[in-house]
């Protein structure tokens, strides 16, 4: 192969040209690489150009465009990683946004030009097509490299974004897949070297000549700084050349825009509440892993710049204080943030002092008020997986452990584990061994530790003296870090080890069995749940063996499971609950064996979490209480659970349609398994619109059912309200309804125990007379009238539990029968002379009134009068409208009825302004000549003479008092306020035949008992005289 020429105006490599991803050279007619470029390519990977140099007093030019032709990267993988939330090859990329797909689509049509490598340093314009109507934009792009990996990027198109924009990606997949085009030249350094004074000199005046505007006062500093013999640039050997590459102490790793990722991770916080923004994150977790998987150093550079806006958000210190729980989401996040970290720490092939970093940062987070605490306390150092034997550590580990156990349960934030998994290592002998081969046996091992089994009775490798989900995160952190292979062998020892233990307890299990039963569960052997855990060790196991698509061809036998499953026949606390696959299973055996199909699924329908939470026979409590033991699954978990238990039962009663046996079994699960009134009211509403289809008659059976688990829903909450509770009244109605009349009926008259009084009032008995509701129920006139009774009774019990809320509705339902309408309004009269407050007494006068009851109205705001007080200074309060219909309710009655309700109105308004309202109303015309008087008067009342008189007189001493209280107090702000007041009292003063000497004498007295308040007294004296 030709080596490239040492000089040369358009120097290019003559070697061959790189294409894809770690593909190589491409070796052009079967000859192998020139030793030049198969050494370049190793000292460009793993030496930085310094250090080339100052290895070797000399390096030929050739060498060196080798070197620096070689340090480009080499891959398209990393390009993509950079340049898209998740990875896949450029064939499987099918999102246009995506900035990998954008770059691909410009450099194959042609948009890349004009590109130039200069040393570490690669430049070259991007012509991209503008929108309809729009011009070409152009954009330039330069990239600087070192040791194949890009370490700065600068795009003309000001990208603001996590990863690379789509002209820098076009422009490196240029570099990669057209290597042999790019016009290569060595360091800058290197061609001014060549130069003589003059070359130099016609060099720089060209360059400041070309780009004056830009660099002309940066050209005039530096020219004085080196012109001056003792500045600081005259000092320093040499000069920087940006084309040169790093440093021997540069660090080597990728470009990464720190502050774009920490704005960005700041901003979907701020969006917490949105879908879209947990998605993101994750996303940017994913991003995390795929750069371990790669062992890209910028992994854990990615994950403290998050882990610090994490800890940024202001939610956690509101949290804090309020003591609240942060959100669902929010929680799930910070779990992926802490197994992450586990990850890091436990990386396999991580520097001594990288984790020593690690574990300082992380430490100190830990430290800070705002860490959250991880929910639940599950312990680190729960019990192990092994089924007999423990490791037995000595008595420094011991008090290391027990040191570590008392930090740990006073304050377990959610980088705890990520602490404690600083003390783990790989160095054991049988787990490396684990590692190394898939054919690993007892007799590799030679005599092992007696005290401590490696193997099963089958001669496959266990993995002892760890808890299950420690043992699970040695597997994740394997295959985050890019070790797939050694985390299924891991994975493979974990499960066999589940499987002893599993046989293990299945002998006890039998030994105890008769005991079992009749105890009605098996006892605790784990301290902390494993659904739900923040190190999701369940799941990590099966991405293990999933990914490695490895399923072993074993019959299980699932049903019955032993202790060890949600199918068991007793059941074991700690058993996974299994509904899911319970469902499909009975989907798939109902054609074949129902019954089988439905004892399986009955049996799965229990749950661990909740069942063995309540001792057998005692009411449950709420549900959330159960989960307060640090064995149980975390509050969001428990949700989807449940739901999933709910989807089981949905398929049942939907299958059992027509099947009474059947119905009624699953019924009784339901009631006892299910806690949530949700989920419960969920189901009714399912089973009741299976048991009714449009086309064919109803199912009786399965409606009783639906109607049974409504009532059960009524019960559940009737304590409890929840904002659904008014739809779940009027579906349970209307389910009655479909039933039929009886079942109407027995709802209506067992409402106490089901219903407030409100509901019952005004949804189950107006809703159960409707009209649609009759015409549904097709009644003669017999069975009609007593579903009239029915609803009149109810209505008239809810009216004397509750008159306050029901009285009204109890006399609206009422009013077609007589004696039902006078019980009503006889509850409304003992309930007045118990303390029913004057609002409500008000709004059932004022409907006696509107049926056409003035008399009864009239008793009515007589009794609401008598408990209303309203002050002198309450001008404004809820009552005065009230107070003024009363008041023309009784004019319009007559004189008698006027003369009784004056004392009532002195005694419980003393509000001055109202009293004298209500005189002038009085006064304007005679008394029952309204539509609803009976007695006719010949002219209006005075207000001189009985029984105006005593309201007239009231008024007057109202004014009085109220002048003289509003005085006491009074600022030069309200003088105004107060001359106009004492204008409203002169006018109700002039209604008296001596009122002009009563007011004169009453400013008299005011002014001398005021006479300090000499501004006031001159307003008074120019507006009254």
């Known amino acids: 192969m030709d080596a490239p020429a040492a000089k040369r105006s358009r120097g290019c490599p003559a070697g061959p040209e790189e294409r894809d991803a770690g593909a190589g050279a491409v070796r052009g007619r079967g000859r192998p690489e020139a030793l030049l470029d198969l050494s370049a390519k190793r000292v460009a990977e793993s030496w930085a150009f310094e250090q080339v140099e100052e290895r070797f007093s000399r390096v030929p030019e050739p060498v060196q465009k080798r070197i620096v032709f070689w340090s480009f990267p080499r891959s398209e993988r990393e390009i993509c990683m950079y340049s898209s939330l998740g990875y896949q090859p450029p064939e499987g990329e099918h999102d246009a946004r995506v900035p990998f797909t954008r770059g691909l689509h410009l450099l194959q049509s042609g948009a890349v030009d004009r590109v130039l490598q200069v040393g570490f340093h690669l430049s070259g314009n991007i012509r991209e097509p503008g929108g309809p109507g729009e011009p070409e934009r152009l954009y330039h792009v330069s990239i600087s490299f070192d040791r194949c990996k890009i370490t700065s990027v600068s795009c003309g198109c000001d990208n603001r974004d996590l990863f690379y924009c789509a002209h820098v990606v076009a422009l490196s997949l240029y570099r990669i ?39 002309l006062p940066t050209a005039q500093r530096l020219a004085d700084e080196i012109l001056l013999l003792g500045s600081e640039i005259n000092l320093v050997h040499g000069a920087p050349d940006p084309t040169a590459g790093a440093g021997i102490e540069d660090a080597n790793c990728w470009h990464l825009d720190e502050e774009q990722i920490q704005e960005q991770v700041k901003q979907l916080l701020s969006n917490g509440g949105y879908y879209g923004a947990s998605q993101q994150l994750r996303s940017m977790f994913c991003k995390v892993r795929e750069m371990l998987r790669m062992r890209d150093s910028n992994g854990a550079r990615m994950l403290i710049l998050m882990t610090e806006q994490f800890l940024q958000d202001p939610r956690l210190a509101l949290w804090r204080q309020q003591g609240a729980g942060m959100t669902d989401k929010c929680r799930q996040l910070w779990d992926e943030l802490g197994a ?211 399923l072993e061809e074993e ?31 009975f989907t798939a055996l109902l054609p074949h064996d129902p019954d089988l199909a439905y004892r399986l699924a009955l049996r799965a329908m229990r749950l661990p979490v909740l069942e063995t939470a309540f001792p057998a026979g005692e009411p449950h ?19 989807h659970l ?53 086309s064919a008659p109803p199912d009786t059976t399965l409606l009783g059912i639906a109607l049974e688990l409504g009532l059960q829903v009524m019960r559940m909450t009737l304590n409890t309200m929840t904002w659904r509770r008014r739809e779940m009244v009027r579906w349970l109605v209307s389910c009655a309804t479909e039933i039929g009349p009886q079942a109407l009926m027995n709802v209506m008259q067992n409402w106490y125990s089901l219903f407030t009084p409100v509901e019952a009032a005004t949804i189950v008995a107006v809703t159960g007379t409707t009209h649609a509701t009759l015409l549904r129920l097709q009644l003669d006139a017999p069975r009609r009238e007593e579903l009239w009774a029915c609803a009149r009774t109810l209505a008239l019990q809810c009216a004397m539990k509750d008159p306050q809320n029901c009285a009204l509705p109890a006399l609206t339902l009422c009013e077609k029968n007589h004696a039902a309408f006078e019980a009503a309004y006889q509850i409304v009269l003992d309930a007045a002379a118990g303390g029913l407050g004057h609002a409500h007494l008000f709004t059932v006068a004022r409907y006696m009134e509107h049926r056409g009851l003035p008399l009864r109205a009239y008793k009515l705001a007589t009794l609401a009068l008598a408990q209303l007080s309203i002050a002198f ?153």
Request: proline residues 7%; charged residues 20%.
């Open 555 to 585: 019959t299980l036998a699932i049903y019955p499971g032993g202790p060890f499953s949600g199918f068991g026949e007793v059941l074991f606390r700690e058993s996974v609950p299994m509904h899911t696959c319970a469902r499909y299973l």
């Open 177 to 215: 897949r057209h290597a042999r085009q790019v016009e290569l030249r060595l360091p800058i350094s290197e061609t001014l070297s060549q130069m003589n004074r003059d070359q130099l000199q016609k060099f720089v005046q060209y360059l400041i000549s070309a780009h004056h505007t830009e660099v």
């Open 642 to 694: 449940e739901t999933r238990q709910c989807e089981l039962a949905s398929a049942m009663l939907t299958a059992a349609k027509g099947d009474p046996k059947w119905l009624h079994a699953v019924l009784g699960s339901i009631q006892q398994n299910i806690h949530s009134p949700a989920l419960l009211f969920k189901l009714a509403q399912d089973a009741c619109k299976t048991a009714t289809p449009a």
């Open 340 to 550: 992450l970290w586990v990850c890091i720490i436990l990386s396999p092939h991580c520097k001594p002092e990288e984790r020593t970093s690690w574990l300082q940062l992380l430490s100190k987070w830990d430290k800070l008020d705002v860490c959250p605490l991880e929910e639940g306390n599950y312990s680190f150092d729960g019990p192990s997986l092994q089924p007999t034997v423990a490791l037995s550590p000595g008595p420094e580990e011991e008090e290391e452990d027990e040191e570590e156990v008392v930090a740990a349960g006073s304050r377990h934030t959610v980088f705890g584990r990520a602490l404690q998994a600083g003390s783990l290592h790989w160095s054991d002998a049988h787990l490396q061994r684990i590692l190394a081969s898939d054919s690993y046996g007892p007799s590799l091992t030679g005599n092992g530790d007696s005290d401590k089994p490696t193997f099963d009775p089958q001669g496959r490798p266990l993995w002892l003296g760890e808890p299950f989900p420690t043992a699970c995160a040695r597997v994740d952190t394997l295959r985050a870090h890019g070790y797939p292979r050694q985390a299924l062998r891991l994975a493979g020892a974990i499960v066999n080890t589940l499987r002893l233990q599993r046989r293990h307890q299945l002998e006890i299990y039998k030994q105890q069995k008769k005991e079992l039963l009749q105890k009605g569960s098996t006892c605790i052997t784990n301290m902390e749940g494993w659904v739900g855990h923040p190190l999701d060790p369940i799941g990590c196991l099966c991405r293990a063996l999933l990914e490695a698509c490895r």
């Open 873 to 1025: 200074n309450q001008d404004s309060h809820p009552a005065v409208n009230d107070v003024l219909w009363a008041c023309s309710l009784s004019h319009s009655l007559g004189r008698h009825e006027l003369s009784a309700i004056v004392p009532l109105i002195i005694r419980s308004i003393h509000c001055a302004p109202m009293l004298s309202d209500i005189l002038r109303r009085w006064t304007l015309s005679a008394p029952g000549l309204g539509p609803l008087g009976a007695r006719r008067a010949s002219k209006p009342l005075g207000a001189d003479r009985a029984p105006l008189c005593q309201l007239l007189d009231a008024a007057v001493a109202a004014y009085i008092t109220t002048s003289h209280s509003r005085l006491t107090h009074i600022s030069p702000r309200h003088y105004g306020d107060f001359i106009e007041f004492l204008g409203k009292a002169r006018e109700t003063f002039l209604l008296a035949p001596d009122g002009h000497l009563q007011f004169a004498q009453f400013l008299e007295n005011l002014k001398q008992t005021y006479k300090g308040k000499k501004k006031l007294m001159l307003l008074v004296r120019e507006r009254f005289g």
């Open 621 to 639: 409590g709420n549900p959330l209480d159960s989960i307060m033991s640090n064995r149980f699954p975390r509050w969001f978990i428990l949700g």
